[in-house]
């Protein structure tokens, strides 16, 4: 299966758990449709990409990068790279690759989209985000990458950014974790 069909099928069988997240979710298919290349970062004006929110185990701490490019808070993530096997091998990767934390187990679900524009790709261009969550071991330590400035924990209650899409994020990936729990050992 291409990575193109791995997204097709991973967005047709994900639950949106909003209207909002539904919509996004019929844009994603209806490009990637249209745009064979629209997981790859040449694919312009949008190309797909994937990220993981990494939480502690009870919910109340998340890790997050600062972004040497974008100079903001982010949940770790970037392009989908032709030699990734799907969607959540391209989380897995970014994740690992930017929070030095080896042995994440991300949920296979989507637990958010995001369409934002990123400047520093070019004019115009969108990352059409597909957002998965994972929990870090008990006393994980992160590291700094190349593409970050910082990696660090920080408790919910007193993140680095009010940015409602981060927010969302944040809160329709604890709500998952209570839910379902399908990180525990």
Same mark, same amino acid.
């Given at each position: 299966?291409?990575?193109?069909?791995?997204?097709?099928?991973?967005?047709?069988?994900?639950?949106?758990?909003?209207?909002?997240?539904?919509e996004?979710r019929?844009r994603?298919?209806?490009?990637?449709?249209?745009?064979?290349s629209?997981?790859l970062?040449?694919d312009?004006?949008?190309?797909?990409?994937?990220?993981?929110?990494?939480?502690?185990?009870?919910?109340?701490q998340?890790?997050?990068?600062?972004?040497?490019?974008?100079?903001?808070?982010?949940?770790?993530?970037? @392009?989908?790279?032709?030699?990734?096997?799907s969607?959540? !091998? /391209?989380?897995?990767?970014? *994740?690992s690759? %930017?929070?030095? $934390?080896?042995?994440?187990?991300?949920?296979?679900?989507?637990?958010q989209l995001?369409?934002?524009?990123?400047?520093?790709?070019g004019?115009?261009?969108? @990352?059409?985000?597909?957002?998965?969550?994972?929990?870090? !071991? /008990?006393g994980?330590?992160? *590291?700094?990458? %190349?593409?970050? $400035?910082d990696v660090?924990?920080?408790?919910?209650?007193?993140l680095?950014?009010?940015?409602?899409?981060?927010?969302?994020?944040i809160?329709?990936?604890?709500r998952r974790?209570?839910?379902?729990?399908p990180?525990?050992?």
């Open positions: 299966m291409s990575l193109r069909e791995d997204a097709l099928r991973t967005l047709a069988s994900w639950s949106p758990p909003t209207v909002g997240q539904q996004l019929q994603y298919v209806d490009y990637l449709t249209r745009h064979a629209g997981v970062r040449e312009r004006p949008h190309h797909l990409t994937a990220s993981t929110l990494v939480l502690s185990a009870d919910g109340a998340v890790m997050l990068t600062l972004h040497a490019k974008a100079q903001r808070w982010f949940q770790f993530g970037g @392009h989908l790279e032709p030699g990734d096997a969607l959540l !091998a /391209a989380a897995t990767r970014e *994740a690759e %930017e929070s030095g $934390l080896a042995g994440l187990t991300l949920d296979p679900a989507p637990v995001s369409d934002h524009e990123v400047p520093f790709c004019p115009g261009v969108h @990352h059409y985000d597909v957002r998965f969550v994972a929990v870090a !071991a /008990a994980a330590v992160p *590291a700094v990458s %190349e593409e970050s $400035l660090r924990w920080f408790p919910v209650a007193a680095p950014s009010e940015d409602p899409d981060m927010l969302e994020l809160d329709l990936a604890r974790l209570a839910e379902t729990s990180f525990a050992g």
